[in-house]
């Protein structure tokens, strides 16, 4: 009994022990899979922090790249809307185009104006838009870095205005344009400006006819034209008799509004034939490019003289003048331009001493008019050896010191035979026959050892104005002899000055521009003499080796009365300063033209309110006794010759 009952005992124990460990092996595996889970919870934990730190990373820079747009955005509003030019954005792909507001507001547009490319080239006037295509197809095509064009667009006031556009494309893979952007800037100014300035390049500012620059340019493809079609052609020298009588007696204010009118008639009788030129004083060509004879133009010749017989007011006075006319035929009297104009001026003085009032065809038999210009380079010849020619010296007045700081040499020619010549008369006779190397290099040696001694004796130190001829400028040592003269004198390079017009630049102007450079090298100065009444252009003038301009007396008689005179002044003035150039201003003979001048900034001027041209002793004394102005009323009618 006892042993069964054990035997259950131990048997029931053994059940509960295999239940035991049952449990105890389950309480194992579920910790087993409870610490499993633990760890992957904390994987799972630490991948959601390293996720929120990325995310927390992800929004700071998120941040900070919307406060860069917001910065850029910024920018560029403050760009637009403070700058002066339109900005522009053009997407290429879509055509579609936008404007900054400043552009809109210039041009007068409203934003769906212009929303597109072919919109905006609606505006472009219709004889810029090939250029302004082909300048943007350049672009476009790789061949230019960036776009840069001038043209004219409508303005909202009517008409157009000139813009300076620029830009640049941006390219995808393929290189195919994608996006482009730039400006553009309005420069109807600017334009103005320059064109006034081209006007000035080929047309007399006086009479408004065209100037020597223009008439050699027509001629010359006219010749040629000639040539090829064996037509013929014509000048008429004009020159109006005894017309210094009038501007000695009314004044020359009256002698150019005469020539204004003179010449208004003679542009409207020939308009269809041909055309007019003022080569400068009272000297007119008639130049007629297609006559089919002599009996042609004597027919205009005709015409010419019965308008300039008929009566010409002028400030309510009544002139009745005569004219003088020579004729010279192409090709029948020269194939050049100078040789015809070289006859046509013989036939005029044949017909002035002829007793005037009429014309002259050009013939061999004219020999005393040739005669009479070889008596006159006979004794020129000898005019230095018998110290005939003189140097007078006029001053030159600086508006910023109040005080006389230099002077111009000027030459003149006391002939025993011919009294005071005037330098219009023998200058180009001794530019004809070379002597003026020998008398310009003279004349050179005389200033500046003027200078020197003005210096030696005391007085400050004064620089010297000299005028170069092209035909010493042409030289192959021209360079070198003012650099003799400058050693032999002592003078100080910075005190020299050369002035050289317009017109001798133009010729042999590559080597001339060579010179001038190397003299700039030395320290002599380079002015630009009677600027604006030969080619005057603005791609010369950024070219040259120059430091002044001098404005012809031109500009400068009629600038009290306002107009346009005195707007081309104020025009040279200031282009000539924004270019680093002083301006000397010539035949400055008024108060009022001084004080306009001092208002415009004017650097120098120089004229008969300041002085006239002195001898030296005469010169010398004005510097010794401190005067600073003189009374222009004063002036010599010998020293009333324009400068040379």
């Known amino acids: 009994m006892y042993s069964v009952v054990w035997g259950a005992t131990v048997i029931l124990l053994g059940l509960i022990i295999l239940c035991l460990a049952a449990k105890i092996g389950k309480y194992k595996e579920t910790e087993r899979l409870l610490i499993k889970q633990n760890e992957e919870l904390t994987a799972i934990h630490q991948e959601l922090a390293a996720q929120e730190e990325e995310l927390r990373q992800n929004f700071n820079e998120l941040y900070l790249n919307e406060e860069r747009i917001r910065q850029h955005e910024e920018m560029y509003r403050l760009v637009t809307e403070g700058s002066n030019d339109g900005l522009w954005v053009w997407d290429v792909a879509s055509d579609t185009q936008t404007l900054s507001e400043r552009g809109l507001h210039l041009l007068g547009l409203s934003e769906q104006a212009v929303n597109t490319h072919e919109k905006w080239k609606k505006l472009v006037h219709p004889d810029d838009l090939p250029h302004f295509e082909a300048e943007l197809g350049s672009h476009l095509d790789g061949k230019e870095p960036l776009f840069r064009v001038e043209y004219r667009v409508k303005a909202p006031e009517g008409g157009y205005r000139w813009i300076l556009s620029r830009g640049k494309a941006l390219f995808d893979s393929n290189g195919h344009p994608v996006r482009m952007a730039g400006s553009y800037t309005d420069i109807t100014d600017r334009k103005f400006k320059e064109e006034k300035i081209k006007h000035m390049a080929y047309y007399d500012t006086l ?13 010359c493809a006219a010749l040629d034209r000639a040539r090829e079609k064996g037509s013929q052609g014509a000048f008429l020298f004009i020159d109006i008799d005894n017309f210094k009588l009038i501007n000695d007696t009314y004044g020359h204010s009256w002698g150019d509004q005469l020539l204004v009118n003179i010449s208004r008639q003679l542009a409207a009788l020939v308009a269809d034939a041909g055309m007019a030129a003022r080569l400068g004083g009272d000297e007119i060509i008639i130049f007629l490019p297609d006559i089919s004879g002599s009996d042609e133009v004597a027919t205009y010749a005709d015409k010419v003289m019965q308008l300039l017989e008929k009566p010409i007011i002028v400030n309510e006075h009544v002139f009745h003048i005569t004219a003088s006319a020579g004729i010279a035929l192409y090709p029948e009297h020269g194939d050049s331009l100078g040789k015809l104009l070289r006859n046509a001026d013989t036939a005029m003085y044949s017909a002035k001493n002829s007793g005037k009032r009429g014309y002259m065809i050009f013939n061999d038999a004219m020999h005393d008019a040739v005669a009479e210009k070889t008596q006159l380079v006979s004794r020129l010849r000898q005019a230095l050896k018998n110290q005939e020619l003189k140097v007078y010296y006029q001053p030159q007045f600086d508006m910023k010191t109040d005080s006389i700081e230099g002077f111009e040499a000027l030459l003149r020619w006391e002939s025993p035979e011919y009294g005071m010549m005037s330098p219009l008369k023998f200058i180009p006779l001794a530019e004809e026959t070379g002597l003026i190397v020998e008398i310009g290099r003279w004349v050179l040696a005389q200033a500046c050892a003027f200078s020197q001694d003005l210096y030696k004796s005391g007085q400050r130190r004064l620089w010297v104005a000299v005028n170069i001829s092209v035909v010493q400028l042409i030289q192959e040592g021209f360079v070198q002899s003012v650099a003799d003269v400058l050693a032999e004198t002592g003078l100080s390079p910075e005190y020299l000055e050369l002035e ?12 001339n521009v060579r010179k001038l450079a190397e003299l700039r090298a030395m320290g002599i100065r380079i ?5 604006g009444t030969g080619y005057s252009s603005l791609t010369y003038l950024k070219k040259l080796p120059i430091t002044a301009v001098k404005m012809d007396k031109a500009f400068i008689d009629d600038i009290a009365a306002g107009g346009i005179d005195a707007a081309v002044t104020g025009t040279i003035i200031e282009l000539s300063h924004q270019m680093g150039l002083s301006v000397v201003a010539e035949g400055v003979e008024t108060e009022t033209q001084f004080a306009f001048l001092k208002q415009k900034l004017c650097d120098t001027i120089q004229g008969y309110l300041i002085s006239w041209p002195l001898p030296p002793e005469e010169f010398q004394n ?23």
Do not use: C, H, W
Not at 207 to 219: D, F, I, K
Not at 622 to 643: C, F, H, M, V, W
């Open 527 to 531: 002015a630009l003499d009677d600027f």
């Open 500 to 511: 050289i017009t317009e017109s001798v630049l133009m010729e042999q102007l590559a080597d």
């Open 207 to 219: 009479t408004g006819l065209a100037n020597r620059e223009l008439l050699t340019e027509t001629v």
């Open 622 to 644: 004005l510097i010794e006794t401190g005067n600073k102005r003189l009374d222009g009323s004063k002036q010599d009618i010998q020293n009333t010759y324009p400068a040379v």
